[in-house]
């Protein structure tokens, strides 16, 4: 029986308390002790080993994002600490909370030129300044006794921001003896004031003024996600009779089979879309700030439009005349919103009243605590007092694929949107491949839609499967091209290790097919560095992984086959489809060109204006 409790005891002990059931990382030696802990403890978490610290954040980032439950990421210093940087922004800029446990060498070779030393002293870099800037908050453990505040601090800024927290540890200190403690408790989740009753009443004014003109517009964000408050949004647009659009990685928050869905608003989206948003007497934001990639074409028309923002974050818009913005816990502030729509007497409420009983059914209450992990993604299981919402049936496609119809792109989208299980996720990678499966995969009945569209790295979706499969135990599907799996595709040994229902479907074009499109479209187009020799990674990855289901579908009955197959059971799958890398993909900005008939100069970016 053990006597003695290290800090990292305590670590995998607050962990534990606060229901936390995976650790995302890759180990080395300034981070061992951490998973000598998770191995020893009774009930702890358990650690998974991803093949890069890149994808171990990625993890965390789809196991966010596929049931709201909070991740934890460890790595050792040095390189894998460096290797973190771009998932913990991706974090940070996407609002993910997260709690990052970075290990750092012991203290007494701080200044004399250790391995990996990222002290700050003797030239050495500064780990601590470095992630300071990446982070919502960052703190050196320098004393083993501060672990027992500091610990809950950081997981405490990561809930409240949200975002990356970094606690950076030295390897004496994590090794280092504590006196007994008692155990800790769960952490709160701290709640915003709501707005004031003011905003809302000049919110509601603006809105009911909007609706006897031309009527209102919404763009939902990935807020509406993180706050888990669908039902919130569709009460508030029956209230309204108003259309939804959503931004382009927050395609699952309003159900796409709903008539009053407009499709994906800004640089993906269609030229329809825009123009049903500017029609509107005023536009509502629910959960986004309208960054460039949702609301490209639309900033400069809306500076002109009265705006209502539901967003604790000021929107890309300002300054704004007709502004109006409420910044409180969104699902209260849309619940609110929606019953001062539909008080008694008000002529919304008496033309609205399955709206109104919507409304009834979502009374808002804020959460006391953080809550217990979700088996059941968000649109899964309700909460308390919810009723059970019924599974919208699948959409049927307008024109069924034939069964020996080749395979591009599009054609393979929609084929692998009509076979998803209900309740599954979607993991879209970026590039050609994500524009395509924003706009032609369906979201899942019930089920979850995630794009990493903060700094839009390639191959997130790998690790983000990976976390997604581990927080809700169902199908997740992979849709990935060659070049992001070339990048960070071997997260399929993870998926294998641990026998995940992960499906990885790779769209081969031998390409970084954006940036070839770019080349010809934007600039002489007589050169591409971006073209590659063929490789045959479904028959590479069928060897290299025994038992892996890893086949290349040729056509559309072969592309069914196999995803009935996957879905069938419980382990990893890989589908290969080879496409054209000339296939163009609904990107607005590649359709302008195009529809120009001319090459566009080369200095617009990843957005023309």
């Not at 966010?64 to 990421?73: F, L, S």
């Not at 899942?444 to 794009?451: E, K, L, Q, S, V």
């Not at 038992?547 to 990893?572: F, K, N, Y």
Request: hydrophobic share 45%.
């Amino acid at each position: 029986m053990r006597t003695q409790f290290r800090v990292v005891d305590f670590i995998v002990d607050f962990l534990s308390r606060q229901e936390v059931r995976h650790v995302f990382g890759v180990g080395g030696a300034n981070i061992e002790d951490l998973y000598d802990a998770l191995h020893v403890s009774a009930d702890g978490p358990l650690g998974v080993v991803a093949k890069h610290e890149f994808s171990a954040a990625t993890m965390a980032d789809g196991y966010h994002r596929a049931a709201q439950r909070m991740p934890v990421v460890a790595s050792t210093s040095g390189a894998g600490a460096m290797n973190l940087v771009p998932g913990l922004a991706e974090l940070r800029s996407s609002y993910v909370p997260a709690l990052a446990l970075i290990g750092q060498p012991p203290r007494s070779l701080d200044g004399c030129g250790s391995f990996q030393e990222t002290s700050g002293l003797a030239g050495s870099m500064d780990a601590a300044r470095l992630f300071e800037e990446i982070a919502v908050h960052c703190v050196r453990v320098a004393e083993p006794a501060a672990i027992t505040e500091e610990l809950p601090r950081a997981y405490a800024a990561a809930l409240a921001a949200p975002g990356p927290a970094v606690l950076l540890l030295p390897k004496d200190v994590q090794q280092a003896l504590l006196a007994p403690w008692s155990r800790p408790g769960a952490t709160a989740r701290a709640g915003r004031p709501r707005s004031a009753d003011a905003d809302r009443a000049r919110a509601v004014t603006l809105l009911r003024s909007a609706v006897e003109r031309q009527g209102v517009a919404v763009i939902a964000g990935e807020g509406v996600a993180r706050a888990d408050a669908r039902p919130q949004l569709a009460a508030l647009a029956a209230a309204l009779g108003a259309r939804v659009a959503v931004v382009p990685d927050a395609k699952d928050v309003f159900d796409d089979r709903d008539p009053r869905h407009l499709g994906i608003a800004g640089v993906i989206g269609r030229a329809e879309v825009q123009a049903a948003l500017e029609q509107a007497s005023a536009v509502l934001l629910a959960g986004t700030r309208l960054p460039q990639m949702a609301g490209a074409g639309l900033h400069d028309h809306l500076k002109g439009v009265p705006v209502v923002c539901l967003d604790p974050r000021a929107p890309f818009l300002e300054p704004h005349e007709d502004l109006v913005r409420l910044s409180g816990d969104l699902a209260e502030e849309m619940s609110l919103l929606t019953g001062e729509l539909l008080a008694p007497g008000a002529a919304l409420q008496e033309r609205n009243g399955a709206a109104r009983a919507l409304a009834e059914n979502l009374r808002w209450e804020p959460p006391a605590a953080l809550p217990e992990p979700r088996t059941e993604p968000p649109g899964g299981a309700p909460g308390p007092g919810t009723p059970e919402p019924a599974v919208p049936e699948p959409a049927v496609p307008e024109v069924a694929v034939p069964e020996a119809a080749a395979l591009d792109m599009t054609t393979a989208a929609r084929v692998i949107g009509a076979a998803l299980p209900e309740r599954s996720t979607v993991v879209s990678d970026a590039g050609n491949t994500g524009a395509v499966a924003i706009h032609h995969v369906a979201v899942p009945p019930g089920g979850r839609f995630i794009a990493a569209m903060g700094m839009g790295g390639m191959g997130h979706s790998f690790g983000a499967a990976v976390g997604a499969a581990f927080a809700t135990g169902r199908r997740t599907c992979v849709l990935a091209g060659d070049g992001a799996f070339f990048m960070h595709g071997m997260e399929v040994h993870t998926a294998v290790e641990h026998q995940l229902p992960v499906t990885f479907v790779i769209f081969n074009n031998q390409s970084h097919g954006m940036c070839h499109t770019r080349e010809q479209l934007f600039y002489a187009g007589d050169y591409s560095y971006n073209l590659f020799r063929p490789a045959r990674i479904g028959d590479g990855m069928a060897a290299m992984f025994p038992g892996l289901d890893a086949v290349t579908a040729r056509s559309a009955g072969e592309l069914r086959a196999a995803l009935d197959r996957a879905h069938a059971g419980r382990s990893p799958a890989l589908i290969c489809i080879e496409v054209d890398p000339a296939e163009v993909p609904p990107f607005r900005p590649f359709q302008h060109a195009i529809a120009a008939g001319t090459n566009r100069s080369a200095n617009q970016g990843v957005v023309p204006g």
